[in-house]
């Protein structure tokens, strides 16, 4: 069973930066579709940004746009969401998911595996 681990989150200034991990535990994410999705207290779940196993990727949210980037390394595994110039709004416990073989995009629901989250603050 694949199971997700973020990493990354935390307590950050207005304006700062953090980097999130998405690793797999006991395989590797090459054939995997990765999606970041967040979600605030009171508030849905949102797709933030996604890469294909081939390395295509794309924002999720124009709230991002300009300001986060998706990427795997060259062993594919893990998976990073750097996330610059962030905002209060940013807030929320960050998720990201993973599925084989499907053109997941920004859907959650089209996800099969994913972590626990972690929790990213943005406040002063």
């Known amino acids: 069973q694949l199971q997700l681990v973020e990493s990354g989150g935390g307590l950050v200034h207005p304006g700062g930066s953090l980097r999130l991990s998405c690793a797999a535990s006991?395989?590797?994410?090459?054939?995997?579709?990765i999606g970041w999705f967040r979600q605030a207290p009171g508030k849905e779940r949102e797709g933030v940004s996604y890469?294909?196993?081939?390395?295509?990727?794309?924002n999720c949210a124009d709230s991002v746009k300009g300001r986060v980037t998706i990427s795997r390394d060259n062993a594919k595994n893990p998976v990073y969401l750097q996330m610059n110039s962030l905002k209060p709004e940013d807030t929320a416990v960050y998720y990201c998911a993973a599925v084989r073989n499907v053109q997941a995009m920004c859907v959650p629901e089209r996800y099969e595996h994913w972590g626990q989250g972690t929790q990213v603050t943005v406040s002063s």
């Open positions: 006991g395989f590797t994410l090459d054939y995997y579709a």
């Open positions: 890469i294909s196993s081939s390395g295509g990727s794309a």
